[in-house]
Structures are given as structure tokens and as C-alpha cells.
């Protein structure tokens, strides 16, 4: 859905923005909530989604190290910081409030985005100028958020619809 239907509207509608960050990047919710229920077994579980997603949209060498540490940094990085969180706060995020558990998933959505953009920029896009690199992390930053959040507010009406139904 990112990269065929969102990254075309985005195209369309606002040409001014840079075509490799897109407004909503969906991945990145399913990063986020995939790391915070399944920790770093995710990142097995969503390989055959990163091969695909690369083949068809990102292209990506397969022969090179950075694409393997790219890939690493991307997917290996929300784990990590729910690894972190639990050890700071010595509880298990899955086993808290509701609430607790959307502020949690939030909350290590932000440190994740940052972490990731700064660390994929540094890898593979050290060729942009230095005005636009800290720009474009931030048009990263923006669009990660913005897609976890519509993610999370998706699967939210998903199941109070469900729990309606029932």
C-alpha cells in the first residue's frame, strides 16, 4: 500500500516532497508492533516481507554489506529499544494496561524512528548534502510516525469494531 497507492498520491498531490520519503510509511507500524509483541523473533517473521519489499520497490544490491547492515539497522533497531525499555522499567511490555502498552509501543516508535533514520542515513545516504541530511531524517522521522499512527489507529477501529460485533 506504501509504496503503490501512498507514494502515488504523494506524487500527485504534494510533488514538492522528495519521492524516497513517503508521508505515511506503513512498514514502519508493522516494524513497531511487530518488535513489541514478538521482540527479536520479528525480525525473522518479517524477512520474506524485507526480500520482497526490496525486489519490488527499493532495489537494494544483494551483493553488498550495506544493504545486509541497512536491513539490520531498520529491523533490528525497535526490538532493541523494547529490549531496553524493559530492562530500564524491569516489567515485560506485554504484560501491562492496555494504555500503558499503546504509550510503550509509542513511545519506543519515536526512539526507533530516530535511531533508524539517523543510523540509515549515516549507512546509505552519506552522499546527501549536509543542509539536506538533517532534513531529510526529519521528512524520515515524520513519516514513520505518521505511519505507525495510522496503523495503530486503524487496528484500534478494527477491534472496537470487532468487540462490537461480538
Not at 533508524?116 to 510516525?145: A, E, T, W
Request: overall charge positive; glycine content about 8%.
Amino acid at each position: 500500500m506504501t509504496w503503490e497507492l501512498i507514494m502515488d498520491g504523494q506524487r500527485m498531490f504534494m510533488p514538492m516532497l522528495p519521492t524516497l520519503a513517503t508521508l505515511f510509511y506503513l512498514p514502519f507500524g508493522i516494524k513497531v508492533i511487530s518488535a513489541f509483541f514478538e521482540g527479536w523473533r520479528c525480525i525473522l517473521y518479517l524477512a520474506p516481507g524485507i526480500v520482497i519489499g526490496n525486489i519490488f520497490w527499493v532495489g537494494m544490491p544483494f551483493d553488498t554489506v550495506v544493504t545486509y547492515v541497512t536491513w539490520l539497522a531498520s529491523y533490528g533497531t525497535a526490538p532493541a529499544i523494547f529490549a531496553a525499555l524493559d530492562w530500564a522499567t524491569r516489567d515485560d511490555r506485554r504484560n501491562v494496561t492496555a494504555g500503558r502498552a499503546w504509550r510503550t509501543m509509542i513511545a519506543g516508535g519515536v526512539a526507533a524512528s530516530v535511531v533508524i533514520s539517523v543510523l540509515v542515513h549515516v549507512i546509505r545516504h552519506r552522499n546527501i548534502p549536509q543542509d539536506d541530511f538533517i532534513l531529510s531524517m526529519l521528512k524520515y522521522m515524520i513519516g514513520d510516525m505518521l505511519g505507525l499512527l495510522l496503523i495503530l489507529g486503524v487496528l484500534m477501529g478494527l477491534f472496537r469494531y470487532m468487540r462490537k460485533t461480538r
